[in-house]
C-alpha cells in the first residue's frame, strides 16, 4: 500500500499520508473502495516528483494537459471522492510551486508522490453520484441528489 490512513471510522475526519513515489490517483482510489467510502472531501500539502494537470476546453469539451515533469511543492491540492458509472472518480485541483517560486495550477489529472503527500480526507455517509451532463461534457454532481 502507498498510503496510511490514520482513523477509519464512518462520516469521520482522517489522516491520509502518501509515501513516497505513490501514485495519487491510484492511492485515493484504492483508499475509497478498501475502506468503502461513499464519498470524502480532501485537501493536503506535501511534493511531487511529476504531475499532469489540465484546463478544460469548454468548446472542444476535454481537457487539454499541461505536463510538470521537475520535482514540485503542492501548495494546496483539494478535491472530492465520488462515484460515477460504479467506480470511483477522483476529482481534484492543485496549486503547484516550482523551484523559481512561480506557480501553476489546474485540475490534476495524475502525480507521483515525492517524498510524501498529507492529506486530512473528511468522509460522508451519503454516497454521491455523478451524473453525465452532455450540454457540458462532464460526469457532474446532479443539483439534486
Not at 498510503?3 to 499520508?17: G, T
Not at 485537501?43 to 494537459?65: M, W
Not at 495524475?110 to 453525465?132: F, G, H, I, M, S
Amino acid at each position: 500500500m502507498s498510503y496510511r490512513a490514520l482513523s477509519l471510522d464512518p462520516d469521520a475526519s482522517h489522516l491520509l499520508v502518501l509515501d513516497q513515489n505513490a501514485d495519487f490517483m491510484e492511492s485515493l482510489i484504492d483508499f475509497a473502495t478498501t475502506h468503502d467510502v461513499p464519498s470524502a472531501t480532501f485537501y493536503g500539502i506535501g511534493a511531487f516528483s511529476e504531475a499532469t494537470i489540465a484546463f478544460f476546453d469548454r468548446e472542444e469539451q476535454v481537457y487539454d494537459p499541461i505536463a510538470v515533469n521537475q520535482q514540485v511543492e503542492v501548495l494546496h491540492v483539494t478535491g472530492n471522492l465520488t462515484w460515477h458509472e460504479g467506480a470511483v472518480r477522483v476529482h481534484a485541483h492543485a496549486t503547484l510551486g516550482r523551484p523559481d517560486g512561480s506557480t501553476l495550477g489546474g485540475h490534476l489529472v495524475d502525480a507521483t508522490v515525492w517524498p510524501t503527500l498529507e492529506l486530512q480526507c473528511q468522509t460522508y455517509n451519503t454516497r454521491v453520484e455523478r451524473l453525465q451532463n452532455e450540454a457540458v461534457g462532464l460526469p457532474l454532481i446532479p443539483q439534486s441528489t
